[in-house]
């Protein structure tokens, strides 16, 4: 159990006191936390990911034909070429998608559940580069790549901090600093949802952001009143009971009351919030996502394995497990094995006696040969994986 051993990139805290002490609450800065990774991806490595069509990119330019200029990719090599010397950055959103090495990453932070993740954003930017002075609504671990980036963290934020006029960015007019550092490669800052910080490139500059998405209660609200209406209908109110009312005219608090308390009464189910939020929570970070599956034999499986191929988890899917049985029971079942698998907005079926598989292959973003042993001689665990495989939630890959 790691959440109470000390972990390096947290800076010697465990999962246990960070979670207690900063996650949501306060900034942590952790040096030289993921030194082999800042090298990892180059600034070239980068501009070419933001040459594909599927890439989400965005170009900010301080000084563009408005200030803060926001520019949206694919974009061309001549484009770049044409980008001032410095003060500009290029964003790369969910670079973890295509770079399941980098993806991994991700288990440094496995503390956190895989449904808060939001992605692996990668930015490369010259001498003066900057998004501005601004505030996200998610957590982000930040990870200097290559260069120096100067950090300034201020107050916290929110719809009513004034803001920067005639940008498309949402740049704050002000930051109140209060933390003043240089980030080198490999340090980690994690700033917190709300907090104002402006980083400014201090030469040619990478930076990777671990950002974790909080989802919107309104959103959840609605797909459990969604949920609710598929499933049992309509729903009349009842005032059996009622006094004589004095005031016909008037809608009184009572009858507010007592309607509210039986519209809570009916959303008040436990298992039909497990089935309304876990497949939206499972659902893809873009909703044209199709994942690409390889049709291979058991046979070809077992011999990638044995020739040490991972079996890798898609990194551009979205896999989550429940364990409760939301059909019969509210109540966790004590192993912690999966009663429902879901994957990009869908349930997906496996037989009952492979629920120790499910959970194995769910909570890892890759497995070795040596990890899944125990099911490799089991035709109908192999039969499954083949399935899934086909589906292309998950994939062997020998590199
Ligand atoms: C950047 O990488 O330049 C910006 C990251 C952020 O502020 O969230
Ligand atoms: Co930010």
Redesign the pocket.
Known sequence: MIANSPLPHLGGLTPTEFLRDYWQKKPLLVRNAFPELAYRLSPEDLMELAQEESVEARLILEKGKTPWELRSGPFTAKQFKQLPKTHW?L?VQAVDHYLPELADYLDHFNFIPNWRIDDI?M?F?PEG???GP?Y?QYD?F?VQGIGRRRWQLGQHCDDTTPRVQGTALRIIENIDTHFDEELHPGDLLY?PPGLA?Y?VAQNDCT?Y?FGFRAPALTELLERVADTVLEQEGRVLASDAGRSPCAQPGLLTIDDIEQLRAQMLTLLNDRAQFAQALAPLLSEPKYSDYEPQGDELSPDEILAALANGALLRRDPASRCLYTNTDTSTDTSPNTNGEPDTLYINGMTEDFPPRLAALVRLLADHRHLTAEQLAGWQDDAEAISWLQAQIALGHWFLDAD
Do not use: E, I, K, Q
Request: aromatic content about 0%.
């Open positions: 950055t964003l954003m930015s930017a580069g900057s998004v601004h996200d982000v930040l700033v910080h980083g930076t952001s």
